[in-house]
């Protein structure tokens, strides 16, 4: 099967940084778009920054010109620098990707990771 396992979430002062990353294992054929959620409890999970299979890249405004969002395609991987980060940014962050496993399918499926927590001390 295909899992997403993210890392690099932790605890952080705000104004610090970290990088969270996200690998795809298993059978994976090729992956379409990849991108970073998160959620508060209480609220619906928001898009955080996406990446196309083609390197174009989306991100919510509110984390404009403090998050890059980078694939690494021959590690099958989704990377998220985190910079200038303040406590509204706490959250679980969750890795996502659209993925074409081997096999006859030509569809791809969307997956998520189990989420990693980001804390950002005041």
């Known amino acids: 099967q295909v899992q997403l396992v993210e890392s690099g979430g932790g605890l952080v002062q705000a104004g610090g940084s970290l990088r969270l990353s996200c690998a795809a294992s298993g059978r994976v054929f090729s992956i379409g778009a990849m991108g970073w959620y998160r959620q508060v409890p209480g609220k619906q999970r928001e898009l955080v920054a996406g990446?196309?299979?083609?390197?174009?890249?989306n991100y919510t405004d509110s984390v404009k010109g403090r998050f890059t969002i980078s694939r690494d395609n021959a590690k099958n991987a989704v990377n998220l620098q985190m910079n200038s980060l303040k406590p509204e940014d706490t959250a679980v962050y969750y890795c996502?990707?659209?993925?074409?496993?081997?096999?006859?399918?030509?569809?791809?499926?969307?997956?998520w990771g189990r989420g990693t927590q980001v804390t950002v001390s005041s």
């Open positions: 996502n990707a659209d993925i074409r496993k081997f096999g006859y399918s030509v569809q791809y499926s969307n997956y």
């Open positions: 990446v196309t299979s083609g390197g174009s890249t």
